[in-house]
């Protein structure tokens, strides 16, 4: 079945470092502009980057200043965000999720698919 | 950046009542880049309404949405014990950053 799985998600330090993986199943990985999007605890949803389905097309949230880089290998189907210096802010719930139109850049457009989260913890 | 309100931020209702969610834009959306998510206790958000009116796939006929300009309401009109969930609007048309409302909270009475 159509699946997004995602995992890196630990505890880290402040300044620390952490590449979180989404490995993408049942359905055309490279066809789908992908997301990522945070959930603080007991908070609401984040956009935090998108990817369009060929790599070509990237967008970040302002707040994120060039820390986090999204990322995809669509020969693994899996999409990366790799995050630095990271903060206590950061501390959140990050989910992928797929744009709901196929070769599309992703932007205009509603997420139909979204992983369980993995889990980043930022504390010394 | 549009900023989306959602209201109440809590809905206290009994099942088989209706519920009307309140979505409101710092400015002018395209109702072509609307959506409505559910995020039920410990689970990932799921896709409710695109398009500010189209039911996403798997979606009950309970579930519609409406609006257009800066307003937008999500209507579930009989709720069923599955719908006590949070519920959050989201815009994606033109320039990014995509945004998310606060959420509403739909509560058993």
């Known amino acids: 079945q159509v699946q997004l799985v995602e995992s890196g998600g630990s505890v880290v330090q402040p300044g620390g470092s952490l590449r979180l993986s989404c490995a993408a199943s049942?359905?055309?990985?490279?066809?789908?502009?992908m997301h990522w999007v945070r959930q603080a605890p007991g908070k609401g949803l984040e956009w935090v980057a998108l990817m369009s389905f060929d790599g070509s097309t990237k967008y970040y949230a302002d707040s994120l200043k060039g820390r986090f880089t999204i990322s995809r290998d669509n020969s693994k189907n899996t999409l990366y965000l790799q995050m630095i210096d990271l903060r206590a802010d950061d501390t959140a719930l990050f989910y992928c999720a797929r744009s709901r139109n196929s070769w599309y850049s992703g932007m205009n457009d509603a997420f139909d698919i979204w992983g369980q989260g993995t889990m980043v913890t930022v504390s010394s | 950046e549009i900023v989306l309100t959602q209201s109440p931020g809590t809905l206290s209702l009994s099942p088989g009542e209706r519920a009307t969610l309140s979505c409101r834009a710092s400015q002018s959306v395209s109702s072509t880049y609307l959506a409505w998510y559910q995020q039920r206790p410990g689970q990932a958000p799921r896709l409710l309404i695109h398009g500010a009116s189209s039911r996403a796939t798997g979606i009950p006929d309970r579930f519609s949405g409406s609006g257009s300009g800066t307003d937008f309401t999500l209507t579930i009109s009989r709720l069923e014990p599955e719908d006590f969930a949070v519920y959050y609007c989201?815009?994606?048309?033109?320039?990014?950053?995509?945004?998310f409302g606060g959420g509403t909270k739909v509560e058993i009475k």
């Open positions: 989201q815009q994606y048309g033109g320039s990014p950053p995509l945004t």
């Open positions: 049942g359905f055309t990985f490279s066809a789908y502009a």
